[in-house]
Nanobody, 120 residues
Framework: VHLVESGGGLVQAGGSVRLSCAAS????????IGWFRQAPGKEREFVAS???????TYSDSVKGRFTISRDNAKSTVYLQMSNLKSEDSAVYYC???????????????WGQGTQVTVSS
């Protein structure tokens, strides 16, 4: 199982960025994928998830600003992040679980993360 995040970088407050999570080594269509983030000195927090039936959920802190989507043909999940704030700065990780659940628990495999820094 291999998950690779990409698309992070430096972005100005109010700007947008799209993260990608490319998956391989497992039956992508049968897995839910979640995005998490961890800022320095803080615990990792759930951001959003999409299940294999294309249901989704978001944390309250990003609802209305972030959009999660999946492309099963490309085995990739995207996180479109808009109206970014300085508090969105963190390392963003994607993770997978063989469950149709949308909750923040039960993830088995994790990527290495991609840094997003929002400058104010």
């Amino acid at each position: 199982v291999h998950l690779v995040e990409s698309g992070g970088g430096l972005v100005q407050a109010g700007g947008s960025v799209r993260l990608s999570c490319a998956a391989s080594g497992f039956s992508f269509d049968d897995y839910s994928i979640g995005w998490f983030r961890q800022a320095p000195g803080k615990e990792r927090e759930f951001v959003a998830s999409v299940n294999w039936s294309f249901g989704y959920t978001y944390s309250d802190s990003v609802k209305g600003r972030f959009t999660i989507s999946r492309d099963n043909a490309k085995s990739t999940v995207y996180l479109q992040m808009s109206n970014l704030k300085s508090e969105d700065s963190a390392v963003y990780y994607c993770a997978s679980k063989r469950s149709n659940g949308l909750g923040p628990t039960g993830y088995e495999f994790w990527g290495q993360g991609t840094q997003v820094t929002v400058s104010s």
